[in-house]
């Protein structure tokens, strides 16, 4: 057999045309390579994260919007009248779940910053403050903020 012949009978025909069989094996890297990602393999990267509940999340965010973003910001990186909880000292260790019901019931003696007092939230249930602490909570663990170093 001579050369030539050699290379074209390894040659697999696609749609009528003549494709080296390395094509496809690249080509079928590739799709599994492809898939993977779909899958959940690095779309979020290594730190999402794990077992937060969407729904309860969902109901936190937009009982957070109504109540608290218009001093602690939308995005919760704080207003000019209230602090961020994107701030390490608003880790779960520093000031935990309860620290958000006492202040939604009973307003807040300013002791951190120079904002003021923050005043009571009015007509909220302590399931409703629970809702949107694990909003608060899930976006601080997306920006890495999960313990205060600098507290017990
Ligand atoms: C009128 C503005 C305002 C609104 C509305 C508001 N806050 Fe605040 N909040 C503040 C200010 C100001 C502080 C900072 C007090 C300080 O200097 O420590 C604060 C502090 C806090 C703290 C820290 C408490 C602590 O022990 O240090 C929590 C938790 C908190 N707010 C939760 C909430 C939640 C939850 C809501 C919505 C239900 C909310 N805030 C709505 C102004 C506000």
């Known amino acids: 057999m001579s050369k030539l012949r050699k290379a074209k009978s390894r040659q697999v025909r696609v749609a ?14 590739g799709l599994a ?27 936190g965010e937009q009982l957070y919007t109504a109540s608290c973003a218009a001093c602690h ?15 390490v000292i608003y880790a779960p260790n520093h000031h935990g779940d309860e620290a958000f019901q006492q202040a939604a019931a009973l307003g807040v003696t ?32 997306f920006a890495g903020i999960v313990r205060d170093p600098s507290h017990p």
Request: hydrophobic share 45%.
């Open 110 to 141: 300013p002791h951190h910053w120079e904002f003021g007092p923050m005043p009571p939230v009015a007509g909220l249930t302590r399931d409703e403050v629970s809702k949107i602490v694990a909003f608060v909570r899930s976006e601080q663990q």
């Open 16 to 29: 009528g045309r003549a494709i080296s069989p390395w094509w496809l094996a690249l080509g079928a890297v």
């Open 73 to 87: 910001g939308a995005d919760l990186r704080g207003t000019p009248t209230g602090p961020p909880f994107l701030n």
């Open 33 to 59: 390579i492809f898939l993977g990602v779909q899958a959940g393999g690095g779309v979020r990267g290594p730190d999402a994260p794990e077992g937060i509940d969407l729904a309860l999340v969902a109901a």
